[in-house]
Structure formats: C-alpha cells, structure tokens
C-alpha cells in the first residue's frame, strides 16, 4: 500500500452536488485521460458507464488492487479530484463505485508535466540538512552547538571579553530580547558618553530608548566593570522556507581600548562565516544518481532509493540538488518538498516545487531551454493520443 503525506495542500473549491460531479466528467473527461491518485504507476482509469442511480463504472488494469476506496483525477481547464467508494467488484480492474466527493482546484496548473524517459535526466548531488535547525523556536542541535563553541575558541582574542551564545526565549536580558525580536546590533563606542547609548541608524539598537530613565545605572554598571566598548551582533540564519531568524550572537566587549565602526564590520563579517560553517557542519553532500520520474518547469517527481537520502530528506522542507540531461552540464535547482509517499518497495518519491534561483548565471533560463524541446514533443504525442479516441 503506497503512504502517501502531503505537505503543500492546493487550494480546490468543492463541487456542491453529485449531478455537477457527473456532468464536468462527461463534458471534459470523454477524450481526457483520467488517473488514479496515490498509485506509483500512475494507471490510467476510464469511466466505462454512468449509471441511472448516479453510480460509475470504473475500468483500470487488471492488476490493480483497491481497498474500496478511489480517488481519480484529472487535468482539463483545472485540475480535478474525485473520491469514490467501490461497491462491487465485477472482474480484474472493473469497479462500480460510488460518488462520495469532487473538487477543482482554483487555479490551473503552471506547467505542462510529462514523464522522463529512462536515459532523459537525473537527479544527483543532493545536498541536505542533517538535521532541522528551528531556530524559531531555538531548538538547536548539539552539533551545531560544538560549532558556536569552537568558533567562540577560535576568536577568543578579538578583545578583552569575547563571546558566542544562543538566543533563548527565557531570557531576562532586555538588551538581547531587543536583538532576537529585531536583529539589530548593538554599539557602545565610549560606555562613559550617554550619547554612545543612542542608536547610529535604524540598524543599531537604541539602548537610550530601552533603559530610559534607568540609563545612568546602566552607565555607571558598566563603567564599574571596567568596559570600554561593548558590541552585540546577531547571528541571522536564513532558514529552508528563507525566514530571517536571530538565533545567536556574537559580543565583544573591551576594557583597553574605545572600539570605532570598523570592529562592528569586522564582527558582522564574522557572523556570515559562522552561519557558513552552520551549514557546512550540518549539510550532507549525496551524489548518487536518482530517478526523475516527471517534470515541468515548476517541478518534478522523483524517486529516491539511497538509505542516507531517504534518512535525511524526508525531515527536510527542502534542499538542493542538481538536475542532469543527457549531454548537459549539470542545472542546479532547490527543491521545495510538497508530497512524500513510500512504495511497498520502500521506495520514496518526492513531489517537488522548483523554487529560488542557483547561483550560476542564467541557470533557469537554460533549464528552460533544455526543457522547451521536450514539451513540444510531449504535446505532439498528446493531441495525436486525444485524436485517435475520438
């Protein structure tokens, strides 16, 4: 039995009676392919009869097992679904099936979708997050807590007090509440001058603004402890569905020298390596070869065997991999996931939307033009099939 999950759900307006159900498929599906949902091999089904108690006569292959209960579709001006439950069995691959619900979707489809030919494409270089980093609600691996550690180590003379730390909703701090909730910086130049308490720009942190009245306790602490300068600068990770999150921070605090703008520059460029290290650190690199089974412009189906990438994928919204025709040099794409389903083979395969761009020039547009050709083939071979029935 295939399990199927669906992650991105379509937007469909449900059909209000049976008679409306039964007349869109005797106007648009009498030469249009139908489809049954949630089956592998993508068998076709045809509406053999249309019974005077409003009940179909339903023809598949014969080989086809059903646990009563049906859904097929189809793709006309909009795509359509309708669910059915068998009533009888009258032979291999013939069903009576009751109407139970339909629905069309709002939109059509994007995209012409077809098969790929064995030989056509692959997928392959699958890079994938090992685990998933929700950084919303700051639950972070300890794998990437060694990284902020180690990076911590590494830097630890940048000035007299260095420090590396994760953001945490509990925390009594109204300074770095202020940095999560808004990813700005923090900037003390002189911890002796109230003025330096002000924020530069709408990028800077207004302790001024926080601390009100209270600003000259705050003032005195700090000069009690010896600080001269004192810099906050978030951490901003870029999360699969690219939220920008402040889940860490960098401070640097010094007790021997005023520190000017150059040192926040200095501590921001470090903030991007960190988040680069994060994602190397937590990013598995697979470069097996792995099945298209259908695409379009918009996306694709894929078939994926390798132990590793059944692992990590299915925990994944989405991740980037590179799409291989045959005598091409390799197209990388990101793929959002949007349905999962697993075979009795163990075999998943993913429903992908194509999203964002590679970073290689001109890389959809070339993918585009690769895919061109193959549409317009894909389309002969459909009118000519559409003909031939009528």
């Known amino acids: 039995m295939l399990k199927v999950e669906q992650r991105k759900n379509r937007d469909f307006n449900t059909f ?80 009576k099936c009751k109407i139970v619900s339909a629905r069309r979707a709002t939109e059509g489809r994007r995209d012409l979708r ?36 180690q990076f911590q180590s590494v830097n630890i003379r940048f000035t007299d007090q260095f420090k590396v730390d994760v953001l945490t909703n509990d925390s009594k701090d109204a300074v770095l509440k202020n940095i999560k909730n808004t990813g700005k910086t923090l900037f003390i130049s002189d911890v002796n001058d109230p003025e330096s308490y002000k924020a530069m720009t709408d990028d800077f942190v207004d302790i001024a603004k926080i601390y009100g009245h209270e600003l000259d306790t705050l003032i005195k602490r700090n000069v009690e402890k010896g600080f001269k300068s004192i810099i906050i600068v978030p951490v901003i990770y870029l999360t699969e569905d690219e939220k920008s999150i402040p889940f860490a921070y ?39 070869h792995q099945s298209i089974v259908d695409i379009s412009r918009g996306g694709a189906k894929l078939r994926i065997t390798d132990p590793d990438l059944k692992k990590y994928i299915q925990k994944s919204r989405g991740f980037i991999f590179d799409i291989v025709f045959k005598l091409q040099a390799p197209m990388t794409i990101y793929g959002h996931i949007k349905t999962t389903s697993t075979d009795s083979d163990g075999d998943l395969y993913l429903g992908v939307d194509f999203e964002g761009n590679s970073s290689r020039k001109d890389e959809m547009k070339r993918f585009y033009d690769v895919l061109k050709p193959m549409e317009a083939e894909y389309k002969s071979k459909l009118i000519k099939s559409i003909k031939s029935r009528k």
């Open 114 to 149: 077809f098969k790929v030919n064995k030989g056509e494409a692959v997928a392959t270089n699958f890079r994938v997050s090992k685990h998933t980093i929700d950084v919303s609600r700051f639950s972070i691996p300890t794998s990437i807590k060694v990284v902020l550690d």
């Open 250 to 288: 960098i401070q640097a605090i010094s007790k021997s020298e005023v520190l000017g703008i150059d040192k926040v520059i200095d501590l921001k460029d470090m903030s991007f390596k960190l988040v680069d290290r994060i994602r190397d650190a937590n990013t598995l690199l697979v470069s097996v």
């Open 16 to 95: 209000q009676t049976i008679d409306d159900v039964i007349n869109i498929l005797r106007e648009q599906f009498t030469t249009r392919k139908l489809y049954i949902k949630y089956d592998i091999e993508k068998h076709e089904a045809m509406i053999n009869e249309y019974n005077p108690d409003k009940t179909l006569m339903i023809v598949t292959d014969p080989n086809y097992k059903t646990d009563k209960n049906l859904t097929i579709y189809g793709l006309s001006d909009k795509y359509i679904e309708v669910d059915l439950v068998v009533t009888d069995e009258l032979g291999p691959g013939y069903f």
